[in-house]
């Protein structure tokens, strides 16, 4: 049942955003299709955990979707493993660390459920869960359910090409047995890395901006070069132990983070040339703003 003038600030990493107009959560397919036959016409945003997003202050400007029940379960298979979409990552990355399973490794300390690293291509610069798929299934408004191949989603560094529409369900990632030790090793070296370097105990979404293509330099680097380290909007500030992070310090409102954005991307371009784009999902947002901040509309 969809439900009206629903907050989502809590339910977001960076505790930001408006209310949902409408809002409802499906624990099945056959929810999720009649839940998506009620709103025909309008596209639906799906939310995870919230991570990688920034709800505008007004809140989204359309029906927001939690999926939840059957599309949590995961199953361990002899060479894969199965997923639902909302399935979180934390999960998966452990059992497979657990199972001496090889490959995911690139998701350890990676917030969020399966659903968002799938339509995200999340991993590393370089190595992608989108390398790992063997097949995801989505569901599309009309409740047909179509199985995607990586050929059929053109990956790349932080995206896929699919109808934005479609929404994930299901997915089976390759995840072969391999060296017990070398694998704890792996996942321990990528946790201990990025937990010693990035921001965790903080309300935030993540790596701001993507990285450039070599050989420019990370997108951390540009934008402590400008000068935006530790710089302050409102309640929201570029976090001072990583330049690529902003951080709620309280009381930030989505005008506060778009401000910090316009201005970071506005003085890495007139200091380096080099032009950033948003790693982040924006949700309700104008086109002028999307502009502004580099997003392609």
Partial sequence: ?????????????????????????????????????????????????????????????????????EFKDFDVLDETIRCGAAAPISGLVQAARRGARSGLWILEAVPGTMGGALRMNAGTADDWIWDRVLWAEAMWPDGDI???????????????????EAVFIEAEVEAPGGDRERIEKEHRQRREAKLNAQVYDEPTCGSTWKNPDPPAPTAWQLVDKAGMRGEVRGGAQVSP??????VNTGDARASDVVDLMVETRRRVLAETGIALEPEIQFWGFTDEVLRELGVTV
């Fill in 146 to 164: 179509r199985r995607v191949t990586r050929e059929d989603v053109r990956p790349r560094y932080r995206g896929i090409d699919l109808d934005v």
């Fill in 1 to 69: 049942m969809w439900m009206r003038s629903v907050p989502l600030a809590e339910l977001t990493r960076w505790k930001i955003g408006g209310s949902a107009p409408l809002f409802a959560r499906a624990s099945n397919r056959d929810e999720l299709r009649a839940l998506l036959a009620e709103v025909k016409g309008q596209t639906v945003q799906v939310l995870g955990l919230g991570a990688n997003l920034l709800i505008s202050d007004e809140g989204p400007g359309g029906p927001v979707l939690v999926l939840e029940g």
């Fill in 241 to 246: 132990k990583h330049a690529n992070f902003i």
